[in-house]
């Protein structure tokens, strides 16, 4: 029980390790919606495909809305 504690206790003061920033992620969002953009003047697919891409890039912007607001509270106290 002890060993399970010290483990779980490590894999939480590493977790933050294994985080990406919020500058990474936000450049791969961009590279994904630099992709999506082209696949959209392309026309290279409609349907439920352009859908489901159109979902991602709205979850991605609110993600990125989200972490840039974080951020701005926090460099704000």
């Not at 791969?28 to 953009?37: C, E, I």
Request: hydrophobic share 35%; net charge positive; aromatic share 2%.
């Amino acid at each position: 029980m002890l060993k399970g504690m010290i483990a779980a206790l490590a894999l939480g003061l590493a977790g933050p390790a294994f985080a990406g920033s919020d500058l990474r992620k936000d450049v791969g969002d961009g590279a994904k919606d630099a992709v999506d953009g082209a696949k959209d003047t392309l026309h290279t697919d409609s349907g439920m495909n352009k859908a489901k891409r159109h979902l991602d890039r709205a979850g991605r912007h609110a993600k990125r809305k989200g972490r840039h607001t974080k951020n701005k509270i926090k460099n704000s106290l």
